[in-house]
């Protein structure tokens, strides 16, 4: 089957909208670092749009910090790949050429060194994961133990990190008296940009003063929120839209129609008019933010890990489960939305239905275990920023340490079936081995909850906190979760 590219691009002209503009003759001006399907469906979509209308400039050079798969994947296609939009109504194809070229870190850091610190990049923006940021979740501040930035303080010419790059860069950009770019978080963190500036200026410290005092006084870190769910794709995925195409495109991704970007105005560099194709450009993103991580990231979160224990493989079948279509609803009605400061003008009733609409979008196979991945990195603020307001205002807690319960039940490894769980998580290992040497589902919780890295140094002291998830625990074990739902979510 032949690839999709520059040659073949014209086959499908009738069935997919193609790039409008001369990608020949388009210049890059931002570097990705973390060129996953997230970002090809979200970042590099909006900024396809500007392409669209002829803004020059500002095409993407992605980089992965890891395997060289998304290269593989489109360097035979010359960059390009379809999106592949799915809601209940039907489906759209849309190929993007905003992605340039791909660069893999590993293969020769100092390649992307060398783009990055090239004037015409603009911006860095990066999609790395929370676990990226290689900082301590609670405290926020840079892991300086975290064998990624060892090795980067060490070998500052060859990085590994997303932040050693940014580093080195910034630096080689001040040795040239090349003015800074700006870096653009785009990972799920609240205020993003700020972690982001905070271990960029830690990691700065430790190779000089003078460093971080320039990148101090010419970098800028906006925030932003980013949303749009995109499922990581698969082979079934990649064959039928071989079918649909006649075309083989290893790089597609697949997303909902959906989509939305805040973005703290605060660049210190050119930037894209991004507001010009749908993004919002704000003073302010910390609202959205906020709103956004803890109603569609934590009930996400909730739903991943009730849904895989009761043995669904996708938030879609989740949601089709009316005990646990109700526990998403009551969540976020009882527990989270009085924790939030609801943006000016905004329907916060509309976009909780809007949520609840969009997870159970039958066209995307949006897997439990992938939101379930890394929840030792995620649960600090999908959760327990959303449990300490709670605790403060003495609202409801329950929903919340059922939470904690279902995900202590998820990292301890074993399913309801007693299968094996394929837990990922940077701290799986140590997770798994508190809930071992734990013989109750009390001494489990507390075990669990001391966790400082995750849930800092006081909610291990919490008796509410600690009985009320103890005694999810217990009917979980019990019960199973869609047992103990249906006793207790009447
Ligand atoms: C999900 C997110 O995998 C996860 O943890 O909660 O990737 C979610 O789909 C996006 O944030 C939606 O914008």
């Known amino acids: 089957m032949q690839r999709l590219n520059n040659q073949t691009l014209a086959n499908i002209a009738g069935v997919a909208s193609t790039p409008s503009y001369d990608r020949a003759n388009s210049n890059a001006g931002i570097v990705h670092l973390g060129i996953g399907a997230f970002h090809r469906a979200h970042q590099a979509w909006y900024t396809e749009a500007l392409l669209n209308r002829g803004a020059a400039g500002w095409q ?108 080195a860069a910034l630096d080689a950009r001040r040795q040239a008296g090349v003015d800074s770019f700006t870096v653009l978080s785009c990972d799920n963190l609240p205020n993003n940009g700020e972690v982001l500036e905070k271990v960029t200026l830690q990691y700065a410290e430790q190779v000089s003063a003078e460093l971080a005092a320039w990148i101090r006084a010419n970098t800028t870190f906006p925030c932003t929120m980013i949303d749009r769910i995109v499922p990581a794709t698969t082979d079934a995925d990649r ?17 909902e129609p959906f989509s939305q970007w805040v973005i703290e105005d605060k660049f210190c560099s050119d930037r894209p008019a991004w507001e010009d194709v749908g993004a919002l450009l704000v003073d302010d993103v910390h609202v959205y933010e ?59 009733e509309h976009y909780k239905v809007e949520l609840r609409e969009r997870f159970a979008n039958p066209g995307l196979k949006h897997r439990t275990w992938q939101i379930a991945m890394d929840g030792s990195q995620k649960i600090p603020q999908r959760w327990l920023q959303t449990l300490q307001a709670q605790l403060e205002g003495e609202g409801n807690i329950d929903l919340l340490c059922l939470a904690l319960a279902a995900w202590i039940r998820y990292v301890s490894g074993v399913d309801e079936k007693g299968e094996a769980i394929d837990v990922q998580d940077p701290l799986a290992s140590e997770l798994k081995a508190l809930c071992d040497a734990s013989d109750t589902p009390e001494a489990t919780v507390r075990a669990v909850l001391n966790v400082k890295e995750v849930f800092g140094e006081s909610l291990a002291c919490n008796e509410k906190v600690l009985a009320a998830t103890t005694q999810w625990l217990t009917r979980i074990s019990e019960q199973g979760v869609l047992g103990a739902l249906k006793a207790e979510l009447v």
């Open 60 to 167: 993407i050079i992605g980089a992965s910090l890891r395997s060289p798969t998304v290269k593989d994947q489109l360097a035979t296609q010359d960059g390009l790949y379809t999106i592949v939009e799915r809601g209940p109504e039907g489906e759209k194809f849309q190929v993007v050429g905003a992605v340039k070229d791909v660069l893999v870190g590993p293969e020769s850091p100092a390649s992307l060194l060398s783009v990055m610190a090239d004037a015409q990049i603009k911006i860095v923006s990066l999609t790395v994961t929370e676990k990226g940021y290689c900082h301590d979740p609670a405290s926020g501040n840079l892991n300086l133990s975290n064998a990624d930035i060892k090795h980067d303080l060490a070998n500052p010419n060859a990085p590994k990190s997303a932040i050693g790059f940014i580093v």
């Open 239 to 255: 064959q039928e839209l071989e079918g649909k195409l006649g075309l083989r495109d290893e790089g597609m991704v697949l997303a």
């Open 290 to 348: 906020i709103m956004k991580l803890r109603l569609l990231n934590g009930s996400h979160s909730l739903l991943a890990y009730c849904g895989y224990l009761a043995g669904f493989d996708y938030v879609s079948e989740v949601m089709r489960e009316p005990v646990l279509a109700q526990l998403c609803q009551r969540f976020m009605d009882r527990e989270v939305s009085q924790t939030l400061t609801v943006p000016a003008g905004f329907d916060m």
